[in-house]
Antibody, heavy 116, light 111 residues
Framework: EVQLVESGGGLVQPGGSLRLSCAAS????????MSWVRQVAGKRLEWVAN????????YYVDSVKGRFTISRDNAKNSLYLHMNSLRAEDTAVYYC?????????WGLGTLVTVSS | QSALTQPASVSGSPGQSITIPCTGTSFDVGGYNSVSWYQQHPGRAPKLMIYDVTDRPSGVSQRFSGSKSGNTASLTISGLQAEDEADYYC???????????FGGGTKLTVL
């Protein structure tokens, strides 16, 4: 059974940093593109970033370019999202998802709240 | 403001069919066959219902179907059931700027 378990969310002040992690199991992690998708206020979905199987390609939504970095460790079956210079508008539930263009498997999400 | 346009809400009675449109541009919906649809119940993660415009993942009911005409994709649900009441989101690959874009979501109410 495919499982994606996010962690690392929490409350952070504007300008702060967080690192989200996603532990993957039940499939050959190194064979799949992986992505982060966020959901704002329980409604609007927004694709954040994705990374190729071997990490040779990475893409980001314009609003996080230069602030967020997606990475992966295939030996540890883990996906990461390093978030710097956080803003109030980054407040959302962040989902780890398998794939690059459509997402069958989703984690439960981790809540990031950016507030002073 | 979402990149793809969906109606905020649609409704239908049990047994009826409804269609949810998703309008984009030639840079996304109109230019590529990478449109997906997701169903989301309250407190749950989204569930993939349709991908590549018309394909259904294993286990998704045949009552759900997708189509596209020009810059507008559509999700049709036939034989509406109470369990279909949920939020529905479309998404598409986009060739300019952001790689993937979502619609703002449509709340389906089964009357």
């Amino acid at each position: 059974e495919v499982q994606l378990v996010e962690s690392g969310g929490g409350l952070v002040q504007p300008g702060g940093s967080l690192r989200l992690s996603c532990a993957a199991s039940g499939f050959t992690f190194s064979s799949y593109w992986m992505s982060w998708v966020r959901q704002v206020a329980g409604k609007r979905l927004e694709w954040v970033a994705n990374i190729r199987e071997d990490a040779s390609e990475k893409y980001y939504v314009d609003s996080v370019k230069g602030r967020f970095t997606i990475s992966r460790d295939n030996a540890k079956n883990s996906l990461y999202l390093h978030m710097n210079s956080l803003r109030a508008e980054d407040t959302a539930v962040y989902y780890c998802v398998r794939g690059w263009s459509h997402y069958i498997h989703w984690g439960l999400g981790t809540l990031v709240t950016v507030s002073s | 403001q979402s990149a793809l346009t969906q109606p905020a809400s649609v409704s239908g009675s049990p047994g009826q069919s409804i269609t949810i449109p998703c309008t984009g541009t030639s840079f996304d919906v109109g230019g590529y066959n990478s449109v997906s649809w997701y169903q989301q119940h309250p407190g749950r993660a989204p569930k993939l219902m349709i991908y590549d415009v018309t394909d259904r993942p294993s286990g998704v009911s045949q009552r759900f179907s997708g189509s596209k005409s020009g810059n507008t994709a559509s999700l049709t649900i036939s034989g509406l059931q109470a369990e279909d009441e949920a939020d529905y989101y479309c998404s598409s690959f986009r060739s300019t700027g952001t790689l993937m874009v979502f619609g703002g979501g449509t709340k389906l109410t089964v009357l």
